[in-house]
């Protein structure tokens, strides 16, 4: 009698042991699972950068918002979509700057190669680019025409060379007037390749 007392003893503690394990377990899954999905990519920056003849830094390969965008990335874990047109290609600063002029004045759409990115699973949209004329370049808006960003936070940026943020923040908010969009934020454009610390307290600001 005493050995089946012992016995079951045994197998009761054993059951209660398996089931503390498998609640621990559960457990930590859950915390898992948690984690994950506050890691899930959010963020996304979509921005136009351009390569070529730049003012103050010259013929580059990689445009300056590049640059600041993939800062943004790897502080935040955003993804990127780059507006791209082949319209500026091989142009110098000036001719660029006099057509950029032309399409500001008619408000021109360029279009832009690809389709629009699918912008449902983000709550946070960064948008930058150069400043153009008083405001990004047009071919930006082509794509503001085509996305839907009612009750995301936008946060604007710009790369320039002394323009500032200029008339961005506001036409942002005309393309985009049920969206939250933020101040803004400007960094020189010569400035971007050692300005990654800039970058990071701008974000730390948030």
């Known amino acids: 009698m005493k050995l089946n007392n012992i016995i079951i003893a045994a197998l009761a503690v054993l059951m209660a042991t398996g089931c503390g394990n498998a609640q621990n377990n559960q457990e930590e899954n859950t915390n898992t699972i948690t984690q994950s999905n506050n890691n899930t990519m959010n963020k996304i920056v979509i921005f136009f950068s351009h390569a070529g003849d730049n003012y103050s830094v010259g013929n580059i390969e990689v445009g300056n918002t590049k640059i600041v965008a993939d800062y943004i990335s790897e502080l935040t874990g955003a993804d990127q979509f780059e507006i791209v047109t082949h319209k500026y290609d091989g142009m110098a600063y000036m001719p660029l700057i006099d057509l950029a002029k032309k399409e500001a004045a008619a408000g021109e759409l360029p279009p832009y190669e690809g389709a629009a990115p699918d912008l449902s699973k983000y709550d946070t949209v960064f948008i930058g680019g150069p400043v153009w004329w008083g405001t990004y370049p047009q071919v930006m808006f082509t794509l503001f025409r085509d996305i839907n960003l009612d009750g995301k936070t936008v ?40 300005g990654k610390a800039k970058v990071e307290k701008w974000i730390k600001s948030l």
């Open 155 to 194: 946060i604007p940026f710009t790369t320039h060379e002394g323009s500032g943020l200029a008339n961005c923040v506001s036409d942002v908010k005309k393309a985009f007037p049920k969206a939250n969009v933020t101040a803004g934020w400007s960094i020189y454009g010569h400035e971007v390749r050692s």
